[in-house]
């Protein structure tokens, strides 16, 4: 749960980015923008996750540790973010004439459940090597 709520903010912080810079930026590359608001919502997630979604993981941790992890985080959902966001938002905007933000939500609702499988198995995994918390 904790980690749809998360999610759900993300999606509040990469439209309202997506937004943001392409009315106050006429004419960007609509791949630069989506760039722009995925890189944005991921460090927001990254932030919350960290203090909140897998606390039991990242308590006690080092500066070195998260920045192993934003790292890690960034490798795998930021690039599966980007990649899928970008790709999906151009093509749906270019090719079906789909309005920016709606396509933007569609690519951000594909990526979704393999952002969750990266996140929880390399991102934040568990801080026994191998072993996985509770519950999973």
Same mark, same amino acid.
């Given at each position: 749960?904790?980690?749809?709520?998360?999610?759900? $903010?993300?999606?509040? %912080?990469? =439209? +309202?980015?997506?937004? /943001?810079? !392409?009315?106050?930026?006429?004419?960007?590359?609509?791949? #630069?923008?989506?760039?722009?608001?995925?890189?944005?919502?991921?460090?927001?997630?990254?932030?919350?996750?960290?203090?909140?979604?897998?606390?039991?993981?990242?308590?006690?941790?080092?500066? $070195?540790?998260?920045? %192993?992890? =934003? +790292?890690?985080?960034? /490798?795998? !959902?930021?690039?599966?973010?980007?990649?899928?966001?970008? #790709?999906?938002?151009?093509?749906?905007?270019?090719?079906?004439?789909?309005?920016?933000?709606?396509?933007?939500?569609?690519?951000?609702?594909?990526?979704?459940?393999?952002?969750?499988?990266?996140?929880?198995?390399?991102?934040?995994?568990?801080?026994?090597?191998?072993?996985?918390?509770?519950?999973?």
């Amino acid at each position: 749960m904790k980690f749809n709520a998360v999610s759900f $903010a993300g999606i509040g %912080v990469q =439209l +309202l980015a997506l937004y /943001l810079v !392409t009315a106050a930026w006429k004419g960007i590359d609509l791949r #630069l923008a989506t760039f722009l608001a995925v890189e944005t919502a991921i460090l927001h997630n990254f932030a919350w996750h960290e203090i909140w979604t897998w606390r039991d993981r990242t308590r006690n941790s080092h500066a $070195a540790a998260r920045l %192993v992890r =934003l +790292l890690r985080f960034n /490798l795998s !959902t930021g690039l599966l973010s980007i990649a899928g966001n970008v #790709l999906i938002t151009d093509a749906l905007v270019r090719w079906a004439g789909w309005n920016i933000l709606v396509a933007n939500t569609a690519a951000i609702c594909l990526c979704y459940v393999a952002n969750f499988c990266l996140s929880h198995w390399f991102a934040f995994r568990h801080p026994k090597a191998g072993s996985l918390p509770e519950g999973t």
